[in-house]
């Protein structure tokens, strides 16, 4: 492994501690816990199997956590899965890994999340239009905020998040009481229990933590590096777990199986089965302004991606150029690629083709850190290594339910897959080519 860069100068450093803790619940708490249980119910058919998926979805997250919070401190630069893999495996692995960051990592949740905020508003009593011009206004908006006044729009995410987060546990006292009661009535359904299903739900819920990696993508930018990084993925992701556990409670005994399973607006047919219409107006309100947070944190967390691959030759030059010290035209990029994709592909459509995608990604990191421990002089630590075998594990019980159950999600993060490893060594094959002729 190629020695790593030093920190980041303070006037380099965006974002503090509790501005990196903020990213990572910014990125995770998004479409995925207030649209996914109704997906999961319909899989599985039981509010408690889906309670227990959410809850095996967190113990994934944090056996991934484990393994990235330690390679932040030994590879303290923004870039995520490409920086990290570049160093433990191979360069090709890591623009593979930067493409699906830049496709499924960033530009499709985005547009997730826009489309997700458009459908919540409309339920608090936005406007009803045929087309997604609401999601393009946030996408465009977020954009050009996060582009020309940074500094704002980190401060404007930290504000929004702390919102977020308390009207989240408001939502959880409010709807608890009725979720109780339908518990205690029995009346929450039972099923017969399918591995297949089980993990085939974890595709859903997979998606749903995904951003409990976010902070890495902005090591460089952080006060502290890899070291405030590792905390603020600890930290971020135990108050997402808690979170998500309270809020998917509510979701599924808030509200009758039969109107709540395959359902994307989940959160808010609970909220106005417990409140009625001023409930879910009020809930389909908060969703809104989590998916706009969650759409912030990705336009923050991509572009320095690109950034870091564009500085490395594997992305157009163009999009590594700064202003100032932030990567300005690598942002503007991001913004129109996902307002591509909100005109061109559905929500339901998204979410499969991401929880596939991003989980094999994060389980390259894992094997990659193996290597690094194999090599070292180090004994193994056996906390360390349980979570990336745990990791490992469950990453490939969702991928071969993805085949089972979602055969062309599974072929085109497969396609996806091969077009990086395409540009990357046709890419490769041409700058030999041009450093033999000169």
């Given at each position: 492994?190629?020695?790593?860069?030093?920190?980041?100068?303070?006037?380099?450093?965006?974002?503090d501690e509790r501005g990196a803790?903020?990213?990572?619940?910014?990125?995770?708490?998004?479409?995925?816990?207030?649209?996914?249980?109704?997906?999961?119910?319909?899989?599985?058919?039981a509010p408690s199997y889906v309670?227990?998926?959410?809850?095996?979805?967190?113990?994934?997250?944090?056996?991934?956590?484990?393994?990235?919070?330690?390679?932040?401190?030994?590879?303290?630069?923004?870039?995520?899965?490409?920086?990290?893999?570049?160093?433990?495996?191979?360069?090709?692995?890591?623009?593979?890994?930067?493409?699906?960051?830049?496709?499924?990592?960033?530009?499709?949740?985005?547009?997730?999340?826009?489309?997700?905020?458009?459908?919540?508003?409309?339920?608090?009593?936005?406007?009803?239009?045929?087309?997604?011009?609401?999601?393009?206004?946030?996408?465009?908006?977020?954009?050009?905020?996060?582009?020309?006044?940074?500094?704002?729009?980190?401060?404007?995410?930290?504000?929004?998040?702390?919102?977020?987060?308390?009207?989240?546990?408001?939502?959880?006292?409010?709807?608890?009481?009725?979720?109780?009661?339908?518990?205690?009535?029995?009346?929450?359904?039972?099923?017969?229990?399918?591995?297949?299903?089980?993990?085939?739900?974890?595709?859903?819920?997979?998606?749903?933590?995904?951003?409990?990696?976010?902070?890495?993508?902005v090591t460089g930018e952080v006060?502290?590096?890899?070291?405030?990084?590792?905390?603020?993925?600890?930290?971020?992701?135990?108050?997402?777990?808690?979170?998500?556990?309270?809020?998917?409670?509510?979701?599924?005994?808030?509200?009758?199986?039969?109107?709540?399973?395959?359902?994307?607006?989940?959160?808010?047919?609970?909220?106005?089965?417990?409140?009625?219409?001023?409930?879910?107006?009020?809930?389909?309100?908060?969703?809104?302004?989590?998916?706009?947070?969650?759409?912030?944190?990705?336009?923050?967390?991509?572009?320095?991606?690109?950034?870091?691959?564009?500085?490395?030759?594997?992305?157009?030059?163009?999009?590594?150029?700064?202003?100032?010290?932030?990567?300005?035209?690598?942002?503007?990029?991001?913004?129109?690629?996902?307002?591509?994709?909100?005109?061109?592909?559905?929500?339901?459509?998204?979410?499969?083709?991401?929880?596939?995608?991003?989980?094999?990604?994060?389980?390259?990191?894992?094997?990659?850190?193996?290597?690094?421990?194999?090599?070292?002089?180090?004994?193994?630590?056996?906390?360390?290594?349980?979570?990336?075998?745990?990791?490992?594990?469950?990453?490939?019980?969702?991928?071969?339910?993805?085949?089972?159950?979602?055969?062309?999600?599974?072929?085109?993060?497969?396609?996806?897959?091969?077009?990086?490893?395409?540009?990357?060594?046709?890419?490769?094959?041409?700058?030999?080519?041009?450093?033999?002729?000169?």
């Amino acid at each position: 492994m190629s020695a790593a860069p030093a920190s980041p100068s303070k006037s380099a450093a965006l974002i503090d501690e509790r501005g990196a803790i903020a990213l990572v619940v910014a990125n995770t708490i998004g479409t995925g816990v207030f649209t996914t249980s109704g997906f999961a119910l319909g899989d599985l058919g039981a509010p408690s199997y889906v309670m227990l998926a959410w809850a095996a979805g967190g113990l994934y997250a944090l056996s991934g956590v484990v393994v990235y919070a330690d390679l932040a401190t030994k590879i303290p630069v923004s870039g995520g899965e490409y920086a990290f893999l570049r160093q433990t495996l191979h360069p090709a692995l890591g623009v593979v890994a930067g493409w699906i960051s830049l496709v499924a990592g960033f530009t499709a949740p985005i547009a997730a999340s826009a489309l997700g905020a458009e459908l919540y508003l409309t339920k608090a009593g936005g406007p009803v239009w045929s087309a997604p011009f609401v999601a393009s206004a946030i996408v465009l908006v977020l954009s050009l905020l996060h582009a020309f006044a940074p500094k704002q729009g980190v401060a404007f995410q930290n504000v929004a998040v702390l919102i977020k987060v308390l009207a989240i546990v408001a939502f959880v006292g409010f709807g608890a009481p009725h979720a109780a009661e339908t518990v205690s009535r029995g009346d929450a359904g039972v099923a017969p229990f399918s591995t297949l299903a089980f993990f085939g739900s974890l595709v859903w819920i997979s998606y749903a933590y995904s951003g409990w990696n976010a902070a890495v993508y902005v090591t460089g930018e952080v006060a502290g590096g890899g070291v405030t990084v590792r905390r603020a993925l600890y930290a971020g992701t135990l108050l997402v777990m808690v979170l998500y556990l309270g809020v998917s409670a509510v979701i599924l005994y808030g509200a009758p199986i039969e109107a709540l399973k395959g359902v994307a607006e989940s959160g808010a047919v609970a909220a106005r089965s417990f409140g009625g219409p001023v409930a879910e107006r009020a809930l389909s309100a908060l969703i809104a302004l989590a998916l706009v947070t969650s759409a912030s944190s990705m336009i923050v967390s991509g572009p320095r991606v690109y950034a870091r691959m564009a500085q490395d030759g594997a992305l157009p030059a163009i999009l590594g150029r700064l202003h100032g010290e932030r990567p300005r035209i690598a942002v503007l990029t991001q913004g129109v690629l996902a307002l591509l994709v909100v005109w061109s592909a559905s929500l339901r459509d998204i979410l499969e083709f991401v929880g596939v995608t991003l989980s094999l990604s994060a389980a390259a990191v894992v094997v990659g850190w193996i290597r690094l421990e194999l090599r070292a002089s180090y004994r193994p630590r056996f906390v360390q290594a349980g979570a990336a075998l745990l990791f490992l594990l469950a990453t490939a019980g969702v991928a071969v339910a993805a085949i089972l159950m979602r055969p062309m999600s599974a072929l085109a993060s497969t396609a996806l897959i091969g077009a990086a490893a395409i540009a990357y060594f046709g890419g490769a094959h041409g700058r030999r080519r041009s450093a033999n002729s000169s």
